[in-house]
């Protein structure tokens, strides 16, 4: 009876003792463990980084249309670029999809941002990764995350650019790939985050997902972060320095509301509100809107519906969101009304 039991003890654990063991390495990125908290991510192993295949293609106002593809693994390929480590580094990371750097998105952030900055512009393609079932897509993001991670290393190694000069941006997925950037290399300036996200990651422990450790500051836009029985992509929690909630983060002005119409646009576009996010963030580079994307701190989108925070107390400036978030100092909880198409932000009701 005693044999039995320990038996039965011995064939429980095994499986859990080589669960514990899981891991993945590749060459020069290093080993994936599947150790907790890891294993509460679906998924495992990520795929090879040849299979991922992540690339960096750099603009600048030299080259707005004629990107420059550079790879850690051929300095020469950035002393010969147009990088210019005098400048912020700006890169834009996508979600799990198939379009990656060719989206007219990426092409439009890529102007809106030269526009706006003299920088370096880094357009990331991860579509060898992000091109895979959700599960799948998942773990390649971690692989995504440490190649950044390295290149950022790579430019800072080869011209000794701070880390506090690179600011990322990611969609969705490529939110979290952003934030396991930020966990394998710490001291990033910024991560902009657009709808990070939801499926697998709501609740989780923050090492496996974006949070306010992963730069120094982080900013946050939810625009679907419905419950996932009503199909929502995003999440609510807060994530970041500065959580923005247009339109109380749920949902979007002018998408679909009942549930039969927002079915069928999940499985047509990446869903309206989820896809909403970028566009805002886009927005708030343009200067010729007319109005600014001004939002207002409060504890919560009830209260800011019942009016309740109408101004912003002591500093009487209300904090943007996008772009200019860092410089107008925005923090916390932010709330703000938008129209249902571009240009999205409405005149100021106060
Ligand atoms: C950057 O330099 C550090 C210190 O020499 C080194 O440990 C690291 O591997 C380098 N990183 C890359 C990506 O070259």
């Known amino acids: 009876m005693a044999t039995k039991i320990i038996v039965r003890i011995i064939v429980a654990i095994l499986p859990i003792i080589s669960v514990l063991c899981e891991e993945v390495c590749y060459d020069d990125l290093g080993c994936f463990s599947n150790d907790p908290p890891y294993d509460l991510l679906p998924g495992f ?30 300095p020469e390929s950035l002393a ?23 989206s007219s998105f990426a092409v439009d952030l890529t102007n809106a941002l030269l526009d706006a900055e003299n920088a370096n512009v880094f357009i990331i393609d991860w579509t060898g ?58 001291g990033i ?14 609740g989780q422990d923050p090492a496996l997902r974006l949070d306010q450790t ?33 339109n109380g983060g749920k949902e979007q002005a002018g998408c679909p509301k009942n549930i039969t119409d927002h079915i069928d646009d999940f499985f047509r576009t990446s869903g309206c509100s989820h ?5 805002l963030f886009l927005d708030s580079l343009d200067p010729t809107t007319g109005c600014e994307l001004t939002s207002y701190p409060c504890s919560s989108w009830e209260n800011f519906q019942a009016g309740l925070c109408s101004d912003c107390g002591r500093r009487g400036v209300c904090p943007v969101m996008g772009y200019y978030a860092e410089r107008s100092r925005a923090n916390g909880l932010l709330y703000l009304d938008t129209g249902s198409v571009s240009p999205y932000c409405v005149l100021d009701e106060a």
Do not use: C
């Open 214 to 246: 992963d730069a120094e500051f982080v900013d946050v836009i939810h625009t679907d972060a419905e419950s996932a029985l009503r199909l929502g992509l995003g999440m609510l929690q807060p994530m970041g320095h500065a959580d923005f909630y247009p």
């Open 189 to 202: 300036g910024r991560i902009s985050a657009f709808d990070p996200a939801g499926p697998f990651f709501r």
């Open 45 to 74: 192993p990520p795929e090879s980084p040849d299979v991922v295949n992540v690339r960096f293609f750099l603009y600048t106002r030299l080259n707005r249309d004629l990107w420059m593809e550079v790879d850690r693994k051929e």
């Open 129 to 186: 990764g992000s091109d895979a079932p959700y599960n799948q897509a998942i773990q390649n993001a971690r692989i995504t995350g440490r190649e950044v991670a390295y290149f950022i290393q790579f430019l800072h190694n080869e011209t000794d650019i701070p880390y506090s000069r690179f600011h990322l941006m990611g969609s969705s997925l490529g939110a979290h790939a952003s934030g396991f950037v930020g966990e394998n290399q710490p």
């Open 275 to 279: 896809s909403r996010a970028p566009l």
């Open 80 to 102: 010969t670029s147009l990088f210019n480590p005098a400048r912020k580094t700006l890169i834009y990371i996508h979600g799990w999809n198939n379009v990656g750097y060719k």
